[in-house]
């Protein structure tokens, strides 16, 4: 069965310094893997996604994300964090077959100090 | 850009009453699909729906519930007997035509409150 993990329920940064939020993933075969944000009281919108080539994926509002498949790993970063980007972070991965549905993980609460 | 919109954002209903979530999916998308969110809880997947019907539904997504494109645009959700457990944020969201990397689009969702 695919997965995903977050291993840590909240990150605190201080506003300016980088940011980094893990995820790692178990999934069969060549993973697609998707990073959601949740603004309070909003839905989940979308940051990025790898599908293949470059193992560095730029995404919105300054995010990249690292694929790494030795260490089957999709960490967030961000090289200078604001307080604006305080949310909660989900990693995602399509189910392959079927109707591609999405499995998150747990969340990542991330908090940005002044 | 487009947007996935969800009606009402907040609904508290009676246990035992029967309630209606609707979506508006984007436009030209062709999957739709409901999720919810238990306060604290990670998010699950309810159910797919694909060319007027469902195509796949969690263990969760039991009798009580239904879904419907009565109209080619709007997508609802229906709890037939509520119950408190149902209580949670529900996310409709939407995803294109092509293959799997294309990601789905996700509703500011609606909070239903079970009393």
């Known amino acids: 069965a695919q997965s995903v993990a977050q291993p840590e329920d909240q990150v605190n940064v201080a506003e300016g310094n980088p940011l980094t939020v893990k995820c790692t993933y178990s999934?069969?075969?060549?993973?697609?893997l998707f990073w959601y944000v949740q603004y309070p009281n909003r839905g989940l919108q979308f940051l990025l996604k790898y599908i293949t080539g470059d193992n560095l994926v730029k995404g919105s509002y300054g995010f990249e994300a690292e694929f790494n498949k030795s260490q089957t790993s999709f960490h967030l970063k961000k090289p200078s964090a604001l307080v604006s980007d305080s949310a909660l972070y989900f990693c995602?991965?399509?189910?392959?077959?079927?109707?591609?549905?999405?499995?998150f993980g747990a969340g990542t609460r991330l908090a940005v100090h002044p | 850009e487009p947007e996935v919109t969800q009606t009402p954002s907040h609904q508290v209903t009676q246990m035992g009453q029967e309630v209606i979530l609707r979506c508006v999916p984007i436009s030209n998308h062709l999957y739709f699909y409901w999720y919810r969110q238990i306060l604290g809880q990670k998010v699950e997947f309810l159910v797919s729906?694909?060319?007027?019907?469902?195509?796949?539904k969690s263990e969760i997504f039991d009798d009580q519930f239904s879904v419907e494109r009565p109209d080619g645009s709007n997508f609802t959700l229906k709890i037939r007997s509520t119950k408190l457990e149902d209580s949670a944020m529900y996310f409709c969201a939407s995803r294109p035509q092509g293959a799997r990397n294309q990601p789905q689009h996700f509703g500011d969702g609606t909070r239903l409150s079970i009393l």
């Open positions: 995602a991965v399509p189910v392959s077959g079927g109707y591609n549905k999405l499995i």
């Open positions: 999934v069969s075969g060549n993973p697609y």
């Open positions: 729906f694909y060319n007027n019907e469902i195509s796949e």
